[in-house]
């Protein structure tokens, strides 16, 4: 397996469900990210992850539970959502050098989530 | 706040014409320019790059793109489409290399046989 991989590629919930989504990179980089992609809107930023470590919460409200046990492995966890969560939610991957960021990034298939 | 700006939203071009899509960003200092593409069905990858150097920069399959600072801009171009370039295309801002990229809305691009 190559790239960034993220599972399941579809889930439809209801919004008293808990769910999770999980991405992993096979490329050895050390940063990892979180959007979220809705129709005719600019992806949003939701969360990033540096060395583990979060270095970026874009106001993402409180429904939506990052989890970054290492560099290879993210989850986002999910809880009573809102039929507005429904988008499509990719994870990426970079290779920074120090602490700086900016490097380009490499995107997974995403995961389409439904929320009825 | 930062902001990206795609000018158009959908572009319908016939093969071999010739591609231009507009992009801007809110406000200067040190930026790292980057173009996204997202073929139907694939996922979001990296067209091209600007960093640092030569304002002209050159990506997979035949496209350009030129950073010019006076004008916030980060024009993509292409000078003869193909019908395999439909797909929609993304202009991202990183500013002073932090951990925040911004993403414009995208441009879907549709050539016509």
């Known amino acids: 397996e190559t790239g960034v991989t993220q599972t399941p590629r579809h889930l439809v919930m209801g919004m008293t469900n808990k769910k999770s989504l999980k991405c992993e990179q096979h490329?050895?980089?050390?940063?990892m990210y979180w959007y979220k992609q809705s129709a005719k809107k600019p992806l949003e930023l939701m969360f990033v992850?540096?060395?583990?470590?979060?270095?970026e919460n874009n106001s993402v409200p409180s429904r939506f539970s990052p989890e970054c046990p290492n560099s290879s492995h993210l989850f986002l966890h999910l809880h009573t959502l809102q039929p507005e969560d429904s988008a499509l939610y990719l994870c990426?991957?970079?290779?920074?050098?120090?602490?700086?960021?900016?490097?380009?990034?490499?995107f997974g298939p995403g995961t389409r989530l439904t929320v009825t | 706040a930062q902001s990206v700006s795609q000018h158009n939203h959908h572009v319908i071009l016939s093969e071999a014409a010739s591609l231009e899509l507009g992009c801007n960003y809110s406000?200067?200092?040190?930026?790292?320019l980057f173009w996204y593409v997202q073929y139907p069905g694939q996922h979001l990858q990296l067209l091209l790059k600007?960093?640092?150097?030569d304002p002209l920069v050159k990506g997979i399959k035949g496209f350009e793109a030129e950073f010019i600072k006076s004008k916030f801009s980060f024009n993509l171009r292409k000078p003869s489409v193909q019908w395999s370039d439909t797909a929609e295309y993304f202009c991202?801002?990183?500013w002073g290399g932090g951990f925040k990229t911004i993403f414009g809305a995208g441009t879907r691009l549709f050539v016509k046989a």
């Open positions: 990426a991957s970079s290779q920074l050098t120090g602490t700086a960021g900016g490097h380009e990034q490499y």
């Open positions: 490329l050895g980089h050390n940063a």
């Open positions: 992850y540096n060395f583990k470590e979060q270095t």
């Open positions: 406000y200067g200092g040190t930026v790292n």
């Open positions: 600007y960093f640092s150097g």
């Open positions: 991202a801002v990183n």
